[in-house]
């Protein structure tokens, strides 16, 4: 009777196939039509601000404190940018085309029709979510490259930590996708959560210039964790306590897939 109930509660251990990759490969020659828009779309409004930061801001802030080290602030609000470029991919990915393909489009359902479980379709959007970001931050950093802004190797090593980073922001999106009726729901998470966390997780500025009760609370947000991992490898820096940084990023990603997985199969009913 209990091995009965934990196969069909919405709370079961994910069942995961390599029957996500069909999947997978479907939104990617989907995307082949679109690239140059989506290209352009997800790198355009982060370069710009940038830009507008980074040398406008940059020449009257100099350089910036941080831990110790003195940092142009072109380079640091650069490394803040990548982090955030993948958060924004990602989650708008999960967010608003996966809510598309879910709801809207319902190919989701045309999906299943075939022998490919709702796990491995969750799985795969997530997947392609995290491949969009990381492919977004890879053409971002690109440019930073051609602008002098990154001038150390060790900035490659930011590469797999930002696939990280955005697959915890595309499970933490789940969440919002399995509770929407509409794509005016997004706003809440956008605005409640995302908003305020670029601008408390160090992005901008240095998070010492916070009241020590914000900085405690934001010691544990994944964006924060996320900047701390990546701003040391652009001046050639390893990142200080790694392994607390990619725990908290872990721990986000591993709790909201089993909540987003969830609210999933409940509204599916599988």
Known sequence: MTNAINQTSIWRIPSITMRWWPVFLRNLLVWRKLFWPSLLGNTADPLISLVAFGYGLGTLVGAVDWQGTAMPYLVFVASGYMCTSAMNAASFEILYSGYSRMAVQKTWDGIMNAPITLDDVVISELLWATFKAVFTTLAILCVMAGLGIVKHPQVLLALPI?????????????????????????????????????????????????????????????????????????????PASPVKHLTILLIFAVLALWIGLALIRKRFKA
């Open 162 to 238: 930002v696939a990280i980073v955005a697959f915890s922001f595309a499970c933490m999106g789940l969440i919002f996708t399995a509770l929407a009726k509409g794509y005016d729901f997004f706003t809440y998470y956008f605005t409640l959560f995302l908003v305020p966390m670029t601008f408390t997780s160090g992005v901008f500025f240095p998070r010492t210039q916070l009241p020590a009760w914000l900085q405690t609370i934001t010691d544990f947000l994944p964006l924060t964790a996320a900047v701390e991992l990546v701003r040391p490898l652009f001046i050639g820096q390893m």
